[in-house]
């Protein structure tokens, strides 16, 4: 049957089969994972950021918490590849052959954006970040006693969203490969995107001015390289559609001949009785 003419139970069930596989390649990248967390943890606690203060278990089951959250981001790490693999197969049968082609590189540059972000929030922002909050605890003359669980649920809070922001290349050549997203309408609109990425900015960055664009600049880079990827993935689905539309005219004039020649036979053949 083709993928195309799939009914919606049918379109479930793949879903389903697909979820199925990504959960069981998410079971063996916890079980790699589970190797993993002890020494990652241990490198976050050593660094300068953590080393400053002594990080505190205020429950038995904190240093659990902690182990298990960075557990499953290693897991979702090593799993995202499967995962956009498996949103790939869903999602392509719509699309023409060059387009799935296409599109299937996509994940290697994803992942990689995805490393990034995380390295940027982690190497670039945290530090600021942290620095930041220790100086206006000392001009406050507030003794700061942190919690190991309260560290890292902060640190994953603001390195994981960059990972998920840095997709953006990759997202808005995927839109605009498959004629989705115009970038003719991303340099319309540039003016209010940069408006909403300094406030995404100030949100995920502390309030000072400084801390807003060590955050807002790097997301204006990626906004203009989207803005440049686009036009290429754009210009391609144009290419794309032009051919389809050659393919599509060959095929009609093709079927034309062959119902005039059939027509013709067909007239040689009554002459003929």
Do not use: C
């Amino acid at each position: 049957m083709n993928p195309k003419e799939l009914t919606v139970i049918e379109h479930v069930e793949e879903l389903r089969s697909r979820l199925v596989v990504t959960a069981f390649f998410f079971v063996l990248a916890l079980i790699g994972s589970f190797f993993l967390t002890e020494p990652i943890i241990k490198y976050i606690q050593n660094s300068p950021e953590a080393a400053q203060f002594t990080l505190n278990a205020f429950t038995p089951t904190d240093p659990l918490a902690v182990f298990l959250k960075v557990m499953f981001l290693v897991a979702f790490i090593l799993t995202s590849p499967m995962l956009l693999y498996q949103l790939w197969s869903f999602i392509t049968p719509g699309l023409l052959e060059t387009e799935r082609k296409a599109t299937l590189k996509y994940i290697p540059y994803s992942f990689i954006l995805f490393l990034v972000g995380l390295s940027f929030a982690y190497f670039v922002l945290f530090p600021y970040v942290m620095h930041f909050m220790m100086n206006l605890s000392n001009n406050l003359e507030i003794q700061q006693t942190i919690g190991i669980n309260e560290f890292f649920s902060f640190l994953l809070t603001l390195t994981l969203p960059f990972g998920i922001i840095f997709q953006l290349p990759v997202v808005t050549l995927f839109l605009a490969r498959i004629g989705i997203l115009n970038p003719t309408l991303m340099v319309k609109f540039r003016k209010y995107s940069y408006f909403v990425l300094f406030v995404l900015a100030a949100i995920l960055a502390p309030p000072d001015f400084i801390s807003n664009l060590i955050v807002a600049i790097p997301l204006f880079i990626l906004y203009e390289l989207s803005i440049v990827i686009s036009k290429i993935g754009y210009k391609k689905f144009l290419q794309a559609e032009e051919q389809r539309q050659r393919e599509e005219q060959e095929v009609a004039q093709q079927i034309q001949v062959e119902a005039l020649l059939a027509e013709q036979r067909r007239q040689m053949e009554e002459m003929n009785k």
